[in-house]
């Protein structure tokens, strides 16, 4: 039975030992994006790597404060935090600062904070205490409609500063809520969204028609056990297709070929429809209900791409889909960051013999796009050490959180998780090109003293749950 | 243990599938790829901006007006100077060390790693010597720029200049950067658009101490510049220097047209200045010492003066009537001369005058007359008053004529209601607003406006947007300098206007302004000045039939029009169509060119 009243050897040494890695590594790399050779002294304070080495001081003594709290004040506060930071997040849009057009600031002397990164921890707290609760069951309607209200607000809060990227990290937790048991449906939905986005963007609608309607037949064939009434099924498309041709015929040619098939193939799968209801064929009818939402999402992705995104989301989305490509404008900021990342190589150049990142040709290079700094001056040997070193972190956090024996800690330690992954994924992804550029920090090692902090608030809290893990509250 | 818990699986299972993902994706970028990796050597991109030269400016007849000439800026990178010999520095550069201090000051706020521009506008004699010293001092490079060259020193105010853009136009225009050039007057500000060209980007390697490597991809992505656009003006740049000349040490202004297209063949504001004084670094100084000359240099006289034009008015006042029906050619008014009422007459002649003899002797009697008998024609004042405004109007008196002078003003044409602001409404008379009979008043038009004037008589009822641009490499001049403009006046009444004009120049001026074999029509005019000498004003085309130029001349403080104007007017076509002053009219010349008229209280 290990020490039940000791603070200290009941945290997760292994955790910690990660954080301060990370964040050492981080700032090594600050230091060598922003290094110049008048300003060497590393606490030359009006250097960001000076400043960063006072956040990361702060860091630790926050860290430390928050380990020596009592771990029940977290749950027994957790609604009134949640409750602060959202009124912090109005409040914000009113007497905030907008430094590069987002409302995100609070000007304390001539100190910035920046609420929205405290969302995400007051957001984890609060979930996690609501999930908690007795007779919650994610099941019923009224649990899922206020864990959607808990998570939804500080998201739309912080998509009113017009900080999109932050707010799209409230959609990590959805992981949480998967694990808490909600229907792995959703996740399925979600991820076939995902993919009918991008798709209808890259290829024409029509293709994509066709495509989804080869899958919708695979998909009869597989659940057919009666071959004959399978063999029904294409010919009611080609009959819905024949008719709709001789009707155009009539009409004069009116309408595009394209038009008809994509026409025919929804009239086809009503038909189908009809056909799996009178046979009582549950599974087709399932089918072509995805098969029809699929068909309405597709066409109305180009109407909310064309009409609902801004100018700069589509620019980006363009070039991160190889659409159009525009080196020198939307897709500057992922060339660059592809050339730096690119030509460091197996091994890289060295610690301070980046050129790239120096010369200013990656912009934010401390901040959203550090990794490059990383990529250049360590190569592909730091890309895996980094990347390894948050698979391990992030593995480690899956772990301790299926240690705990409450239900609080346990999702709080999900939270906790899926927030730094979503910031791994998408930070990372967006440096080598494979997500749209949208700009949050790469945690722990991005220069900035709320994120660092709000990390560090995010972890330690889990760390410190984690340490009473044996206490019963 | 609940039941979700092996729902942990999917969740790692993605967190790894995505730390995959990655790895095979930087696999791909940082070792499969060679695309990125630019050079062994730890090259760097850099994108070097070529800037265009300008499009050069020739005049009618293929004379170059307007070139470029080389010149350096040269550039410091904060972070990769080395200590060096500033004494020796100074010395080369030919400024101060507080300069150099300043410069290098401002450069590294700026940027201590990214080149910024310490001295502008080396010229290239300075620049060779330079070039060969450089390699001594670390952290600095040059690029090479282009500056305007003027083959004459003259036509200042039609070619205008060039000077770096400021916040505005780069506000305005994402083209633009700072330190970029841009037209900022004449020609140069009017046609920047084709004149500018099209700068490039060079992509160059450059290691990790700036030194240039070579050219990316062997220069297969870098975008040449494309060289401004070369401009064929209207002028003639002969008779522009010519008409410089004989201003010299006057006041005033000369616009010359060819009527049949509305060419400007000649326009200048006196006193003008050398253009090549607003070139290069000493643009600056230069520029605010014309700013503060009291007689004004930077002052465009010939687009933007209102002068009242005086008895050249007569001759438009002269043809409203006789359009309107108020008078014909038969019409004859007395003129008791110096006792006439309500405005005396100037000079002595044939009494009762008709048309020819009015424009001849600028008898003022006799367009009082006239002027009064055109509003009369109408029901009331008023309405006479607003028709023979239109009739003016139609000539181009009080309006903008043509996109091509970007600062011109408009002129004074009163309107009814600033006399009814004045009078009350119904409450004046022709004799009440008789000096506009004889071109003074109200009245303001500028030396541009009159000039066209003149060639709408010349051409007996029409003129053409005057302008400045005859033709543009490889691009169409502006549609509405093709675009006639007919007067409100028919061709037939212009004719005994015209014969008054010939007999102006024949007649007792003859020795002063005839020129031998050309027939020239003219006008004079004497513009009362209460600040000291009266102002002189002639208006002329020549030759009468079929005329090849049109012209007016305004002679701040020229005391009679005879005495500067119409000389300095005859001269100016007699050059412009002869090519030569003939040898007995050299005394007219020299007594023209030696005139000085900058004291405003010229003896009478
Ligand atoms: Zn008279």
């Known amino acids: 039975m290990p020490k039940r009243n000791s603070l200290w050897a009941n945290i997760d040494w292994i955790t910690v030992i990660l954080f301060v890695t990370l964040m050492l590594l981080g700032w090594v790399n600050i230091y060598s994006s922003v290094f110049d050779q008048e300003h060497q002294s590393i606490f030359d304070t009006s250097q960001r790597y000076g400043k960063q080495l006072i956040w990361i001081g702060a860091a630790l003594v926050i860290a430390f404060v928050i380990l020596i709290i009592e771990s029940n004040f977290y749950v027994f506060f957790s609604y009134i935090i949640y409750g602060t930071i959202i ?24 100190f910035r904070i920046q609420p929205s990164e405290f969302g995400k921890f007051a957001t984890a707290l609060a979930l996690a205490n609501y999930m908690n609760t007795h007779g919650f ?13 808990i998570i939804l607000t500080p998201a739309a809060l912080i998509l009113l500063q017009n900080d999109t990227g932050s707010a799209l990290v409230y959609f990590s937790f959805v992981l949480v809520l998967y694990r808490e048991g909600l229907s792995g449906v959703v996740l399925f939905f979600g991820a076939l969204m995902i993919v009918l986005f991008i798709l209808s963007l890259v290829v024409s609608n029509l293709v994509l028609a066709l495509i989804l309607l080869g899958i919708a037949l695979i998909a009869f064939f597989v659940l057919n056990p009666k071959f004959k009434q399978f063999l029904r099924i294409p010919v009611f498309y080609m009959a819905s297709f024949l008719f709709l041709f001789i009707v155009n015929l009539i009409l004069g040619k009116k309408y595009e070929i394209s038009f008809l098939i994509s026409i025919a193939s929804v009239v086809g799968t009503l038909i189908v429809l009809g056909y799996s209801f009178r046979k009582r064929l549950k599974y087709f009818a399932i089918i072509c209900y995805i098969f029809l939402g699929s068909i309405i999402f597709t066409f109305s992705v180009d109407y909310v791409f064309n009409n609902i995104l801004g100018a700069h989301q589509q620019a980006r989305i363009n070039e991160l889909l190889g659409i159009k490509s525009d080196p020198l404008g939307a897709g500057y900021n992922v060339n660059q960051s592809k050339i730096a990342i690119g030509s460091g190589g197996v091994w890289g150049k060295g610690f301070l013999n980046g050129t790239q990142t120096k010369f200013d040709f990656v912009p934010e290079q401390d901040t959203d796009f550090i990794f490059c700094t990383v990529g250049e001056e360590w190569g592909f040997a730091g890309s895996i050490l980094v990347i390894g070193l948050f698979m391990i972190f992030l593995t480690r956090l899956i772990w301790l959180a299926e240690r705990q024996r409450s239900g609080f800690s346990r999702i709080y330690g999900y939270s906790v998780a899926v927030i730094l992954f979503f910031h791994f994924f998408v930070n990372i992804g967006m440096t080598i090109g494979i997500m749209p550029v949208i700009g ?25 749950l984690d340490a009473s893990r044996y206490e019963k509250f | ?20 993902v990655f790895l095979i994706k930087l696999f791909g970028l940082q070792v499969m790829d060679s695309k990125y990796k630019v050079s062994a050597t730890n090259n760097v991109l850099r994108e070097i901006v070529q800037y265009p030269a300008r499009g050069l400016v020739y005049d009618r007849n293929g004379t170059l007006m307007v070139f470029n000439k080389p010149a350096y800026d040269l550039l410091i990178t904060p972070r990769e100077v080395e200590a060096f010999d500033t004494t020796a520095f100074c010395k080369l550069l030919e400024i101060s060390k507080e300069e150099l201090n300043a410069g290098i000051q401002k450069a590294r706020e700026y ?7 310490l001295i502008k506008q080396i010229p290239p004699e300075s620049f060779a010597y330079l070039q060969e010293q450089l390699y001594k001092f670390k952290g600095f490079h040059t690029q090479s720029r282009t500056l305007r060259e003027y083959a004459h020193s003259s036509a200042a105010h ?74 064929i003006s209207t002028l003639d740049a002969d008779l522009q220097i010519y008409a410089e000349q004989l201003f010299r040490n006057k006041r005033g202004g000369v616009v010359a047209i060819e009527p049949s297209t509305g060419e400007v063949l000649a326009l200048v504001s006196a006193p003008t200045y050398d253009p090549g004084l607003l070139v290069g670094r000493v643009r600056g100084t230069n520029y605010n010492i014309l700013l503060r000359d009291t007689l004004k240099p930077l002052f465009n006289r010939a687009t933007q003066a209102k002068y009242p034009p005086g008895s050249t008015f007569k001759l438009i006042n002269t043809l409203v009537g006789l359009e309107t029906g108020a008078i014909t050619t038969n019409s004859r008014f007395s003129c008791y001369g110096k006792s006439t009422t309500p405005i005396r007459c100037t000079h002595n002649h044939v009494s009762p005058a008709d048309v020819v003899d009015a424009i001849r002797e600028s008898c003022n009697p006799f367009l009082w007359n006239t002027f009064r008998a055109t509003i009369r024609k109408y029901n009331s004042t008023a309405e006479g008053f607003n028709v023979w405004r239109e009739y003016v109007a139609s000539f181009g008196i009080g309006q903008i004529l043509s996109s091509d002078f970007p600062n011109a003003l408009s002129g004074n044409l009163p309107k009814e209601s600033l006399y009814n602001g ?14 506009l009979a004889i071109g003074q008043g109200e009245l303001g038009a500028t030396p541009l406006q009159m000039a066209n004037v003149a060639a709408a008589i010349a051409n007996r009822g029409y003129y053409y947007p005057p302008h400045l641009i005859k033709e543009i490499e490889n691009d169409t001049i502006p549609g509405s ?23 102006v120049v024949n007649g007792n001026l003859n020795a002063t302004i005839g020129v031998p074999g050309l027939q020239m029509c003219g006008k004079t005019g004497t513009v009362e000045n209460n600040q000291g000498s009266d102002h002189s004003v002639f208006t002329a085309f020549a030759p009468k039939e079929n005329p090849k130029i049109a012209i007016f001349v305004y002679v701040e403080n020229g005391v009679w029009g005879s005495r500067y104007a119409a000389p300095m007017a005859s001269l100016m076509v007699e050059q412009y169509l002869n090519d030569t002053i003939a040898a007995k009219r050299k005394w007219v010349e020299k007594r023209m060119l030696d005139a000085n008229l900058l004291n405003p209280n010229q003896p009478k």
Request: charged letters at 20%; glycine letters at 8%; hydrophobic letters at 40%.
């Open chain 1, 87 to 110: 009124l912090l997040l109005i409040l914000v849009l009113f007497i905030g600062v907008e430094i590069n057009g987002q409302t995100a600031w609070f000007m304390v002397g001539s």
């Open chain 1, 137 to 149: 069951k994610l099941q019923k309607l009224k649990s899922l409609a206020i864990v959607s209200l």
């Open chain 1, 440 to 464: 949050i920090p790469l945690p722990f090692f991005s220069y900035g003293g709320s994120s660092l902090w709000s990390f560090t608030i995010l972890l330690f809290i889990f760390i410190r």
């Open chain 2, 1 to 20: 243990m609940d039941i979700f818990s092996k729902r942990k699986y999917l969740v790692i299972a993605i967190f790894l599938a995505a730390g995959t």
């Open chain 2, 111 to 117: 940027s201590t790693y990214k080149p910024s521009i």
């Open chain 2, 158 to 231: 039609v070619l205008g200049y060039v000077s770096e853009v400021n916040d505005n136009d780069i506000n305005r225009d994402e083209y633009y950067k700072p330190g970029d050039y841009i037209g900022a007057s004449g020609i140069e500000k009017t046609y920047e658009n084709q004149l500018r060209g099209v700068k490039g980007i060079k992509k160059q390697l450059v290691d990790v101490h700036n030194r240039i490597q070579g050219s990316y991809l062997n220069g297969a992505e870098d975008i040449p510049a494309q060289i401004g656009k070369d401009i």
């Open chain 2, 422 to 435: 004045i009078y009350g409404s119904g409450r004046w008379s022709p004799l009440t607003i008789r000096s």
């Open chain 2, 481 to 503: 300098f093709k675009k006639r403009r007919n007067t409100k006046i028919s061709p037939v009444n212009f004719e005994p206007i015209i014969e008054g004009m010939e007999q």
